[in-house]
């Protein structure tokens, strides 16, 4: 299964961050967490991304990097930018499977100004998609280790996301039915010498009613919804 891991296959495309600490408004020095929704926005979407990028592709710097601040913490004086380099080729199969070759940070961008957000949308739906059959496939091979249902791994690990779904269904409702729960799933793995991860394998809802052990919900519900979206 492929990994679909952006930035594990494209470990140099982001460099050291830069440290923000005080901005200049309008002629009035701020510090990060004084700024307004209004300013925060200005500062991201005008400042840091638009006239970065057209200022580096106007020069055509080989070197160019855009530095963006993806969070704003308001008990701290100091944020980072993280910094990405908009010439860095990007491989991997997540770019490659819907750009057709490597492409770099500059590429995305001018084609989602020229042509809208359908390509990078169709990579971040596969980053997504794989991460999640990822998950349920490791979790639906350790219950076929320890309680033999005999679900179709091998399927699922090809990107079968229906099957994926069926089996997580007949997971939980075997749960439901049986009764199990966090305990008895837990004693069942460590009789078998397999490690049962809470919240991951199973989680208790919080009204009963729903069970005592059911299946990992985002999980479930990731996988519901993917099978209803073409990407």
């Known amino acids: 299964m492929q990994t679909f891991n952006l930035l594990y296959d ?9 440290i923000r600490n005080e901005i200049d408004i ?21 400042d840091d991304f638009f006239f970065e990028y057209l200022r ?9 990097v855009l530095y963006l601040q993806n969070a704003t913490f308001s008990d701290k004086s100091k944020q980072f930018l993280p910094g990405f380099k908009l010439n860095h080729l990007l491989h991997g199969y997540a770019i490659e499977s819907v750009y ?3 492409v770099t940070l500059e590429d995305i961008i001018d084609d989602i100004i020229k042509n809208g957000d359908a390509k990078i949308t169709n990579v971040i739906y596969n ?18 280790e320890v309680f033999n249902f005999g679900f179709d791994i091998d399927a699922i690990e090809s990107g079968n996301m229906q099957k994926c779904v069926n089996a ?55 996988c519901k919804n993917t099978t209803s979206l073409k990407a």
């Open 56 to 64: 580096n592709k106007a020069n055509k710097s080989d070197d160019a």
């Open 100 to 102: 057709g070759k490597a």
């Open 168 to 222: 997580l269904n007949v997971l939980d409702k075997w749960m439901f039915d049986s009764k199990q729960t966090i305990k008895s799933l837990e004693d069942a793995f460590y009789a078998k010498g397999v490690d049962f991860k809470r919240e991951f394998h199973a989680y208790q809802p919080k009204v009963k009613t729903f069970g005592k052990a059911r299946v990992n919900e985002t999980i479930l519900a990731y």
């Open 127 to 144: 980053i997504r998609k794989n991460k999640y059959l990822a998950a349920a496939s490791k979790l639906l091979k350790d219950y076929n």
């Open 10 to 18: 494209n470990e140099d495309l982001v460099v050291a961050p830069q």
């Open 26 to 46: 309008n002629g009035k020095t701020k510090s990060p967490t004084q700024l307004s929704v209004n300013e925060l926005n200005k500062l991201g979407i005008v």
